[in-house]
Nanobody
Framework: QVQLVESGGGLVQAGGSLRLSCAASGSIYSINYMGWYRQAPGKQRELVANITSAGSTNLADSVKGRFTISRDNAKNTVYLQMNSLKPEDTAVYYC??????????????WGQGTQVTVSS
């Protein structure tokens, strides 16, 4: 089992910044992908960014140039730095830890979610 604890959400004005943190604990040795997903009201959950155990990153087109994902292996923590926030970034943000083999997620663990609200 892997436990994920997210923090850092909140209310911010458009153009502002927030940093989300996700601290992982438990059987993390099997995890090779960590990511952030988000779900806005009435929409499907979507990938925002992920990072592999080797440090390779992938970001959704909608956040490229504004968001950065990083990790601190010593703290087993993944961060999502969000700059130039837009109202359309408003969503519940979820941290996920996955075991991915040949591009297939064998299993995943999810955090409880943290609300990000961007006012116009």
């Amino acid at each position: 089992q892997v436990q994920l604890v997210e923090s850092g959400g909140g209310l911010v004005q458009a153009g502002g910044s927030l940093r989300l943190s996700c601290a992982a604990s438990g059987s993390i040795y099997s995890i090779n992908y960590m990511g952030w997903y988000r779900q806005a009201p009435g929409k499907q959950r979507e990938l925002v960014a992920n990072i592999t155990s080797a440090g390779s990153t992938n970001l959704a087109d909608s956040v490229k140039g504004r968001f950065t994902i990083s990790r601190d292996n010593a703290k087993n923590t993944v961060y999502l730095q969000m700059n130039s926030l837009k109202p359309e970034d408003t969503a519940v943000y979820y941290c996920a830890a996955l075991r991915v083999v040949r591009d297939i997620a064998l299993y995943s663990y999810w955090g409880q979610g943290t609300q990000v609200t961007v006012s116009s």
